[in-house]
C-alpha cells in the first residue's frame, strides 16, 4: 500500500495450486488497477508478480471503491463478506467445474 497506493478495483483469487512436483500450494492473486494512472498490478501471495501499463478505463458510473483489499480472506463465506463490505444485495453464479471445483463468483456494488 505505501509503493502503489489503495487500487482503484480490484480482484482477489483464491485457490489451491498443484505444482509439478505433486506438491499443494496456497494462492493468493490480487490484480489491482489504478484507472487515473492507467496501471495494473498483480500480487502473487503479496509479491509483486507483474504489472503493466493500460488504457485509460472510463465508463459512466465507474467510480473508485471504498474497500480494502485486506478485508477479504481465503475461506470467507457471503455472509462474511457481506458483513465485511456492509452490502446487501449482489448477484452469484457458478464457476465452470474446469476452472473451479465448488466454485462460485461474486458480484457486488463497489
Given at each position: 500500500m505505501?509503493d502503489?497506493?489503495?487500487?482503484d478495483?480490484?480482484?482477489?483469487?483464491?485457490f489451491?495450486?498443484?505444482?509439478?512436483?505433486?506438491?499443494?500450494?496456497?494462492?493468493?492473486?490480487?490484480?489491482?488497477?489504478?484507472?487515473?494512472?492507467?496501471y495494473?498490478i498483480?500480487?502473487k501471495?503479496?509479491?509483486?508478480?507483474?504489472?503493466?501499463?493500460?488504457?485509460?478505463?472510463t465508463?459512466?458510473?465507474?467510480?473508485s471503491?471504498?474497500?480494502?483489499t485486506?478485508?477479504?480472506?481465503r475461506?470467507?463465506?457471503?455472509?462474511?463478506?457481506?458483513?465485511?463490505t456492509?452490502?446487501?444485495?449482489?448477484?452469484?453464479?457458478?464457476?465452470?467445474?474446469?476452472?473451479?471445483?465448488?466454485?462460485?463468483?461474486?458480484?457486488?456494488?463497489?
Amino acid at each position: 500500500m505505501s509503493d502503489y497506493g489503495s487500487p482503484d478495483r480490484f480482484l482477489i483469487h483464491v485457490f489451491d495450486l498443484q505444482l509439478h512436483s505433486g506438491e499443494w500450494v496456497k494462492i493468493r492473486q490480487e490484480s489491482w488497477y489504478s484507472d487515473q494512472m492507467s496501471y495494473e498490478i498483480i500480487f502473487k501471495n503479496g509479491e509483486n508478480f507483474t504489472d503493466q501499463i493500460t488504457g485509460p478505463v472510463t465508463s459512466p458510473g465507474l467510480r473508485s471503491t471504498a474497500y480494502q483489499t485486506e478485508l477479504f480472506f481465503r475461506g470467507m463465506s457471503l455472509t462474511e463478506v457481506l458483513s465485511a463490505t456492509g452490502e446487501r444485495g449482489f448477484y452469484a453464479e457458478s464457476m465452470p467445474r474446469a476452472l473451479f471445483e465448488d466454485g462460485t463468483i461474486f458480484f457486488s456494488k463497489g
